[in-house]
């Protein structure tokens, strides 16, 4: 069972950056962000593989930066130049090992964690 908790949302003017956290407790393999503004599906924005390989959407290609500090348990989300287009919920998420082209759909993760809001405005 892994239990996961993020931190770090808030609202933001348009080109400003925010970082978000995601604690774990478990042990954890493929670990991605999502995100789901209202009225739209959820989104895979970000994830890291067990091996530290990482995919982004390309609408954030150049803009966030996912990373992971194993010692800790912890992943991140870097947020650079973000837009009004950005706002959502952001969700961390942890699954098993697959390959990267399955790394950023909702499906491959088992555990989710509660959200937290980002609102980006002009």
């Known amino acids: 069972q892994v239990h996961l908790v993020e931190s770090g949302g808030g609202s933001v003017q348009a080109g400003g950056s925010l970082r978000l956290s995601c604690a774990a407790s478990g042990y954890t393999y493929s670990m991605g962000w999502f995100r789901q503004a209202p009225g739209k599906e959820r989104e895979g924005v970000a994830a890291i593989g067990y091996y530290g390989g990482t995919t982004y959407t390309g609408s954030v290609q150049g803009r966030f930066s996912i990373s992971k500090d194993n010692a800790k348990n912890t992943l991140y989300l870097q947020m650079n130049s973000l837009r009004p287009e950005d706002t959502a919920m952001y969700y961390c998420?942890?699954?098993?090992?697959?390959?990267?082209?399955?790394?950023?759909?909702?499906?491959?993760?088992?555990?989710w964690g509660q959200g937290t809001q980002v609102t980006v405005s002009s």
């Open positions: 998420a942890a699954g098993p090992i697959v390959p990267s082209y399955q790394q950023l759909a909702s499906t491959t993760y088992d555990y």
